[in-house]
């Protein structure tokens, strides 16, 4: 029998290994995303809130300036300067940092038959070591008002001396070199990709030639990249529509949201079906979208998303205007159809949430000028002010019940039509359902063949 003896440390789990094995901790590799949606619906906000959520470095960086190295222009290492400089050049928490690449469309490859894309399919080729992994030395330059090393703090000569002799004193030393790997920075990539959803359609889409085939109207997918139908609305994804089918076909576990359970209908979105090879035939090589695995597609701002950017957040657009004619002394108010039409002109604009400061500022900017320092105390924005017949409705002091009575009377004219339209709304969809009207062409066909058969 064989004892031990208690002073020798216990046997390792790995004792017996060969000695080339790999007993290294597990690493866990970053996954670099794209964002594609159109202009406005928050894409770099998402990028902002994640960095701000995890508390790490970021820096966003726009893609249009950059050249390949050797030409005017930036190179693609500057990204990682900007984001070192934004974690105060403190190494290990640049490398855990995030950098945001916006407009990286504007990098395919131009499809030009004479010189050189050298800002095109040239800086792909420079991001695909940057973003993958390797060591970025970024030299630090030295502000241009610091004291140099080793000389006197106070120049007795100005910088523009007419003799010519400079200061005493060593000459400034170069900026401190950094090394940055950028192993486990994540880089996340956004763009509008204007163009991509025909693309995309054309891949997925049946051809139209020859008798009963379908024919997709040229003007149906517009280049925000979102679906929309003739007067301009998107096209919600409903149950049994050639949307859905499309979705069931190239998307794993859809199931399209029934418009009877009270939540609002996802819409067609063209992007949400990209494949590697659509990002190839828009003019990005492989090799770079083989290092993005992740892709995620924003739909287009609906009217009932813009009212509660409009409304809802602490910063919204609304608080900031009340706010500003606060500080004069002056009330701001919106009425509820008010706020609907203005959600409404900016979804007819197609930029986005930006199309809501624009109608503001439309609305408001005589508003602005004409108010503070004059006896007007209250200004009111109703429906017809919002529709641009009137000009803002001016009350000055003393007036406030009439200010308020204003108010009630719009909003309760606003609560009878919305009683009015739900009350014929649920009065339609009980009719249809007693109906035997068929909402698709294969369930007409079937109560067709069964009529059909049942007279025979």
Partial sequence: MHFS??????????????????????????????????????????????ARVLSVPFSISDCTPFTQAGYIGEDAEVCVHRLLAAANYDVEQAERGIICLDEVDKLAAAKVSHGKDVSGEGVQQALLKLIEGTTVQVHAKPERNAPRAGGPQNNSYPPNNPLGNPPSGPVSPKGEVYNVRTDNILFIFSGAFVGLNKIIMDRISRGSIGFG?????????DGRGGSHSANGAPVPILPGSEEEALYRK?????????????????????????????????GFIPELIGRIPVTTA???????LL?????????????????????????????????????????????????LRTELEMLLSDAMFEVPGSSVKFVLVNEAVA??????????????????????????????????????????????????QASTFEEYRNRASKAMGGGQ
Wanted: charged share 25%; glycine share 6%; proline share 9%.
């Fill in 5 to 50: 003896d208690p002073r020798e440390p216990p046997a390792s789990p790995l004792d017996g290994l060969p000695n080339n094995a790999d007993t290294s901790p597990l690493q866990l590799e970053k996954s670099n995303i794209l964002l594609l949606g159109p202009s406005g619906v928050g894409k770099t906000l998402m990028a902002k809130t994640l």
């Fill in 213 to 221: 085939q379908p024919v997709r109207a040229s003007d149906s997918h």
């Fill in 250 to 282: 190239h998307l794993p576990f859809f199931t399209a949201t029934s418009p009877s359970a009270g939540e609002e209908p996802m819409y067609f979105n063209p992007l949400d079906l990209l494949t590697p090879a659509d990002l190839q035939n828009y």
């Fill in 298 to 304: 924003l739909s287009p701002l609906t009217h009932s």
């Fill in 307 to 355: 009212l509660r950017i409009l409304t809802e957040p602490r910063n919204s657009l609304v608080a900031q205007y009340t706010t500003l004619f606060s500080l004069s002394g002056i009330e701001l108010r919106f009425t509820t159809p008010a706020l609907h039409k203005i959600a409404a002109n900016a979804l007819a604009m197609g930029t986005g949430a930006r199309a």
């Fill in 387 to 436: 529709e641009r017949k009137e000009k803002p409705v001016y009350l000055g002091r003393g007036q406030g019940a009439r200010f308020h009575a204003m108010i009630a009377a719009e909003e309760s004219e606003w609560e009878e039509k919305m009683r009015r339209e739900k009350a014929k709304t649920k009065k339609q969809s009980g009719s249809k359902g007693d109906s035997s």
